[in-house]
């Protein structure tokens, strides 16, 4: 099964999403669990997640003081 590139398996086998960004000058990277050890609950997870942080990042959600979205994820 092909994965997104935003998803790797960590050494224990459960699924993170990447989500990298720019801070000022500085490449981020923040890793979100995703709570499964199945690729293709994986995969549905990371396209969720995925389109939290793109309606994060259009509604200019980002606190300017750490990089990190104001709104919580639930369910993960």
Do not use: C
Not at 62 to 67: A, E, K, R, T
């Amino acid at each position: 099964m092909k994965l997104p590139s935003r998803l790797f398996k960590s050494r224990h086998g459960v699924y993170y999403y990447r989500f990298q960004f720019q801070h000022e000058t500085r490449r981020k990277e923040r890793r979100i669990s995703l709570h499964t050890k199945s690729p293709t609950i994986a995969k549905a997870k990371a396209f969720q997640v995925a389109d939290i942080n793109l309606d994060l990042y259009l509604n200019d959600s980002f606190s300017s003081s750490n990089g990190q979205p104001e709104a919580e994820v639930e369910g993960f």
